[in-house]
């Protein structure tokens, strides 16, 4: 099972808009950063996820149009959530699946999976970059990082 991690894209801060939608870079980087993984990494999730929130549910909705999966809100995504609940929902998940979401639940949700520790960092998010990993029998590995710059 693959589970990619997708921090949303840049968004605008709450005195620009209080939703806090994605400023036209953070659209172009979750764009670019996408179009990279579906051509070398052959992102394919069945579904994405994300957690509700204006900034997230764009990128997720522009995660889904390339992938062409469909796309759904899911519950304890926020930014401060208990990342237990999703690891605990990911070890009866056999599909591949991305969350959209937001620091620091990812990286907590990151360093919960492949060390078993949430306080323990382990990868470094970046606004519309991506983390890869994979479940194997052994545990959960690092299979990409794919940061919006830089690429």
Known sequence: MRLY?????????EDEDPLRPLTDQGVEDVVRVAHLALGHIGVGPGRVVHSGKTRARQTAEIWSGLIGCGVEEADELGPNDD?????????????????????????????LLLTGAADRPVVRFRPGG????????AGWTVGAVLPPDGL
């Open 130 to 137: 991506l983390v890869a990993l994979e479940r194997t029998d």
């Open 83 to 111: 990342p237990t609940v999703w690891g605990e929902r990911l070890q009866e998940t056999a599909h591949d699946l991305m969350v959209v979401g937001h620091l620091p639940h990812l990286g907590r949700l990151a360093g």
């Open 5 to 13: 991690l997708v921090q949303h894209g840049q968004a605008k801060t």
